[in-house]
């Protein structure tokens, strides 16, 4: 049974630095492409990074390029999304998903992937 489970997220102050966890079993880890979203009230669901299965590409939205680093662990069938210099419009729910149908990219489209955790919440304070 596919199994995706976010965790690390909490309360922060701006500025300050978080690093969540994506703990997938279930599934041959190095076939799937990865991917965070979030998602703030009234907002809708953003695409955050990507990563593809072979970990030869990632992908970062614009307003968190140069601030988050994703990355993944093969050993450990873990993706983690470093978040540094924090803001408060980085509040959110932190979702972490997987997709096996793309090749040598990822994207940051929710439509495209299969599996999803139930997320985890980041809120940053001013």
């Known amino acids: 049974q596919v199994q995706v489970k976010e965790s690390g997220g909490g309360l922060v102050q701006a500025g300050g630095s978080l690093r969540l966890s994506c703990n997938v079993s279930g599934l041959t880890f190095e076939d799937y492409a990865m991917a965070w979203f979030r998602r703030a009230p009234g907002k809708e669901r953003e695409g955050v990074s990507c990563?593809?299965?072979?970990?030869?590409?990632?992908s970062y939205a614009n307003s968190v390029k140069g601030r988050f680093t994703i990355s993944r662990d093969f050993t450990k069938n873990t993706l983690h999304l470093q978040m540094n210099g924090l803001t408060p419009e980085d509040t959110a729910m932190y979702y972490c998903a997987a997709d096996r149908t793309l090749g040598d990219y990822c994207l940051t489209s929710s439509a495209v992937y299969l599996y999803w955790g139930q997320g985890t919440q980041v809120t940053v304070s001013s």
């Open positions: 990563i593809s299965r072979n970990d030869d590409y990632t």
